[in-house]
């Protein structure tokens, strides 16, 4: 059974920094294409970021620069370190896992960027 559990998220000002953490069991964070998605109210959900199992990393243009994706192979766990962060990155950010063409969520984690 594959589970992903985000934390990090919360309230931030204008400018901070946030690390949100996704904790994988059931489907290897090395073997697999990773991501963070995120949903704004009101908003589709959209892609933020992606790791691919060798390491490859893909950002949408409105976060590169900002936000940084990594992996710890040893704790199964996917990041997104968050830096410059601004209002329009308000939204709950998902992990998300493919294996064998079948794509894994997270429950989400909210993060709001008060100015």
């Known amino acids: 059974q594959v589970q992903l559990v985000e934390s990090g998220g919360g309230l931030v000002q204008t400018g901070g920094s946030l690390r949100l953490s996704c904790a994988a069991s059931g489907i290897s964070v090395s073997a697999n294409g990773m991501g963070w998605h995120r949903q704004a109210p009101g908003k589709q959900r959209e892609l933020v970021a992606t790791i691919s199992w060798r390491g490859y990393t893909n950002y949408a243009d409105s976060v590169k620069g900002r936000f940084t994706i990594s992996r710890d192979d040893a704790k199964n766990t996917v990041y997104l370190q968050m830096n410059s962060l601004k209002s329009e990155d308000t939204a709950v950010y998902y992990c998300?896992?493919?294996?064998?063409?079948?794509?894994?969520w997270g429950q989400g984690t909210q993060v709001t960027v008060s100015s």
């Open positions: 998300a896992g493919e294996r064998l063409g079948r794509v894994y």
